[in-house]
């Protein structure tokens, strides 16, 4: 069974620092690109940033460029989301997602439920 698993998630202060990661168990973690998204309170999911299977590549929206770092231990199954010198408008629901391709014209995407993070003095 497919699972994918954030946490990490909680109360920060602006300027501060916090730690996501997205275990996965049940697919091939090593195979799959993974890609972190956001939807803050009353607004639409927003792309965060994308990894590749391999972590060779990184992607960032300009939002968070140059304070956010999405790294990968394929060893231990686990994507990391590292957030640095937050505002309050990282303030949202962080989800992670997994995408294998099983075949040529066939991509399966798999999501984990979310982690809040909170950005408030």
């Known amino acids: 069974q497919v699972h994918l698993v954030e946490s990490g998630g909680g109360l920060v202060q602006p300027g501060g620092s916090l730690r996501l990661s997205c275990a996965a168990s049940?697919?091939?973690?090593?195979?799959?690109?993974m890609t972190w998204y956001r939807q803050a309170p009353g607004k639409e999911r927003e792309l965060v940033g994308n990894?590749?299977?391999?972590?060779?590549?990184?992607i960032y929206a300009d939002s968070v460029k140059g304070r956010f770092t999405i790294s990968r231990d394929n060893a231990k199954n686990t994507g990391y989301l590292q957030m640095n010198s937050v505002k309050p408008e990282d303030t949202a629901v962080y989800y992670c997602k997994a995408s294998l391709n099983i075949s040529r014209a066939a991509t399966v995407h798999y999501w984990g439920k979310g982690t809040l993070v909170t950005v408030s003095p």
């Open positions: 990894i590749t299977s391999s972590g060779g590549t990184t």
């Open positions: 049940g697919f091939t973690f090593s195979s799959a690109d």
